[in-house]
């Protein structure tokens, strides 16, 4: 009796040890622990502190209702960052793409250079958004800087980058247009899986290059432009790093990007609670506008078994 | 077999030596394995080196403590030196240090606060209201001698002392603000070179002439400072001697009333900007330190400095052939009073979450008190408050230093109100930024100087009414 029932337990563990659901879960449980610490707790921490008056300094954290958003409406400088924000989401990211799927496209020819060219041109989202990177553009677009020299060798006037508040922005920008990499690299994927016929086909009904990249590149390869411009939106919603190292978010908060305004309340000037409201409200916007972005894929994202 | 004894003895030792090390918390289990080695040391040559680890270590507990400060390269290399020296004097006492710049600091210690883990031992300027709960009074250590005072005036321990007569830290020296300029830049472009009385007008007037002559900027960014400039200096510099000051003594509301007081300064802020004898936000986003001040690179003729900074500057200067002086701080009025003030530079403190607080404040009593270690540190936190090292230290001064001294002397000589506060409220950071944004706005032309003037006032009554 005892003998048999240890067998069927052992069969039971055997079983479960072996149970694909099992495998899954053990190999998924590093992901799942460091979600949970690191992503869920700390969410679910400050959403509660979105409703407090939480300080680092004092830390105190007293129950303060609606009134961090409340205060946010009032507030000059959120609502600048949240114009700023968009601006640079609304510029950064089309350019971004744009560079990405016409350099992924170049590099879709039959030459032994290609691998060599794409991984140079991943470097730069390699070092992505670093310090180092952040500081070697501010040299650059110093008044003395590097571009200004050229610049000035060319006959062209010196442009005074980050003192002018209408194009303080427009550095940032691209350096997070150049660190097109990983779209690239994602869009050079797609690229391959294009069937070659179609374009032989349109090729013997005459098609021009421009009729091929539009009629046949550019549809199979929507579902692609759709993952990557949810992708690259919400990245450029939170960029911090340009701002934080190069402006500092001057002249007159014209490059006051909104992570780096809910930096500032955070750990410059103690108010913690604020800040997670802050972010709670990104987080509503950025979910708005990924939503209008998949409600209106259905419109441009073209998508075989559909036809 | 000789081999493989040799080889055990050898493991056996570099085991002990390594429990020895790793020793700070359990002294009392070190010493076992350490003995059982030196009965099988014999013809091992390490094992000596591991026995004297081994009994410092039951001799005197090791201890680590953690330092952090701000400030610029100088600086941080002369503290590495002292520390390195106490580390010597002291072989049981470990320091592992951290240095920022300004704000970076301030956000680490922020987060350190959180998560009580401040620094042992950690540097507080003005600002310390704020960390009053994380300060551990120095109060029994003085009593006890571990913090010698005994150089130390009165006076000198007040100015770091609470409104209850807790010392709250050891200052690193006395300081205050002031103007230093090149004056063969004045002269070159004719503009009258400042003296004990000029005002914020002569100020504006002069760089403006520098700029128009030489095509540089007449004064350099004064950074986040333009706020003590021209909110805190520049208020308390109206009417009588102490009658007006941004915030009341007890920081617990404004010192003044009239909003409009601020306006001509953001005004002449804003011209200056406008007109390019003062850096717009672009270029002052490339000043890092003091050290790459556009008065050092030889890009404007003045610029603000804690006068401790001074000597720093004066010797970069003096390496390229230029000699900079040091002018007190405009005034309002040449037949007004003058607006600096004698101050602490900064202070060291203990922290509450320290493990070795007696350890921590016997090395802020060496660091203060130390003419060996302040040869090295040569004052450049502050005129030191010790009087036997400041007489050290002044027997020996470089010509950038005596400057300072004779400066600091100068203004301990002003006329100042009887209470007067260089502390700040939790919450000045957010309205120094905002100022500072203002200002911008009016050269922008966005707002009115008038306007920009009630913003102002009315954020820093925002504190107030949180």
Redesign the interface.
């Known amino acids: 009796m005892e003998q048999k029932k240890s067998v069927r337990t052992g069969k039971w563990l055997y079983k479960f040890i072996n149970n694909e659901n099992t495998v899954g879960h053990v190999f998924a449980f590093p992901f799942i622990f460091g979600f949970i610490c690191f992503s869920m707790i700390p969410m679910l921490t400050s959403f509660r502190y979105a409703f407090t ?1 939480y300080s ?4 105190t954290a007293e129950f303060a209702g609606l009134k961090n958003f409340i205060m946010l409406l009032q507030d000059e ?1 959120f609502l600048k960052s949240l114009k700023v924000t968009l601006r640079y989401v609304l510029i950064s990211v089309p350019m971004k793409l744009i560079f990405a799927l016409l350099v992924a496209f170049l590099l879709t020819r039959k030459s032994k250079m290609v691998t060599l060219y794409r991984s140079l041109y991943y470097i730069p989202s390699l070092v992505g958004g670093s310090v180092a990177v952040a500081l070697v553009w ?1 040299q650059l677009f ?2 003395k800087g590097l571009i200004n020299m050229i610049l000035k060798a060319q006959g062209l006037g010196t442009v ?6 209408k194009l ?1 922005l427009l550095p940032l920008i691209l350096m997070s247009v150049w660190q097109f990499g990983s779209s690239m690299i994602i869009f050079a994927a797609g690229l391959k899986e294009i069937p070659v016929t179609y374009y032989e086909a349109a090729q013997i009904d005459g098609a021009n290059g421009f009729q091929r990249f539009f009629k046949i590149t550019l549809p199979c390869l929507s579902p692609i432009v759709l993952y990557n411009l949810v992708m690259q939106t919400i990245s450029a919603f939170m960029a911090f790093t340009q701002a934080f190292i ?3 978010g ?4 014209s490059t006051m990007l909104y992570a780096l305004y809910v930096y ?1 309340q955070a ?5 913690m609670g604020y800040a997670c409201a802050m972010s709670w409200f990104m987080l509503l916007v950025m979910g708005a506008i990924t939503l209008i972005i998949f409600k209106t894929s259905k419109f441009w994202v073209f998508n075989e078994s559909d036809q | 077999m000789k081999k493989k004894m040799l080889a055990l003895a050898l493991s056996l030792a570099m085991v002990a030596s390594l429990t020895a090390c790793g020793s700070a918390e359990a002294p009392a289990e070190t010493t076992a394995p350490a003995e059982t080695v030196a009965a099988t040391e014999a013809a091992v040559a390490e094992t000596p080196a591991a026995e004297t680890v081994a009994e410092t270590a039951a001799a005197e507990e090791d201890i680590t403590l953690t330092m952090a400060w701000w400030g610029s390269q100088t600086r941080h290399d002369r503290t590495i030196e002292v520390i390195e020296m106490y580390e010597k004097e002291h072989p049981n006492v470990h320091i592992e240090y951290e240095y920022y710049s300004f ?1 970076d600091y ?2 680490k210690l ?2 350190l ?2 998560s009580d883990q401040v620094w042992d031992v950690f540097q507080l300027g003005g600002n310390f209201p ?2 009053m ?1 994380k300060i551990y009074f120095l109060n029994e250590f003085i009593e006890s001698g571990i913090v010698d005072t005994t150089n130390i005036s009165e006076a000198n321990l007040k100015i770091t002392q609470d409104t209850e007569g807790n010392q709250i830290g050891l200052s690193n020296g006395l300081n205050t603000y002031g103007i230093a300029y090149d004056p063969a830049m004045f002269e070159e472009a004719g503009a009258t070179l400042p003296n004990e009385n000029w005002t914020w007008d002569d100020y504006y007037e002069a760089a403006e002439k520098i700029h128009d002559e030489l095509g540089i900027y007449g004064s350099s960014a004064f950074g986040t400072s333009d706020f003590i400039a021209g909110c805190s200096t520049y208020v308390s510099e109206h009417g009588a001697v102490g009658e007006y000051s941004f915030f009341n003594i007890d920081l617990t509301g404004m010192g003044f009333d009239d909003a409009q007081m601020l306006t001509p300064y953001i005004q002449m802020r804003a011209d200056m900007i406008n007109s390019g004898s003062y850096p ?7 000043i890092t330190d003091i050290e790459n001040d556009f008065l050092v690179t030889g890009e404007a003729a003045m610029t603000w400095v804690a006068a401790n900074q001074f000597p720093t500057i004066y010797d970069d200067c003096q390496a390229d052939g230029r000699t900079l002086a040091l002018a007190p701080l405009p005034k309002v009025t040449a037949d007004g009073h003058a607006g600096g003030v004698i101050q602490s530079s900064q202070m060291l403190c203990v922290s509450q979450d320290s493990q070795h607080k007696e350890a921590a404040a016997a090395f802020i009593s060496w660091f203060q008190n130390s003419v060996d270690c302040n040869n090295v540190l040569q004052g450049e936190r502050g005129i030191p408050v010790n009087s036997e090292v400041r007489a050290a230290l002044s027997a020996n001064a470089t010509p950038g230093q005596q400057v300072m001294y004779d400066y600091v002397d100068m203004v301990s000589g002003f006329e100042v109100p009887e209470k007067y506060n260089v502390l700040s409220p ?2 000045q ?2 309205v120094v ?2 100022y500072r ?1 203002y200002v ?2 009016v050269a ?1 032309g ?1 707002i009115s100087a008038e306007e920009a003037a009630d913003k102002t006032y009315a954020d820093a009554l925002a504190i107030f009414n ?1």
């Open positions: 008056d680092l300094g004092t830390k400088v501010k110093a008044r005074n980058w980050f003192g002018d508040q303080a190069i402006t500092e001057g002249p007159n908060n500032n750990f410059k000037y103690n108010n | 704000d301030f956000t922020k987060t606060v959180a704020m960390y709960d717009d936000a672009g270029a002052e986003a490339e939790d919450g950071d957010q930024d905002n944004n911008q706005q922008f966005e949180k």
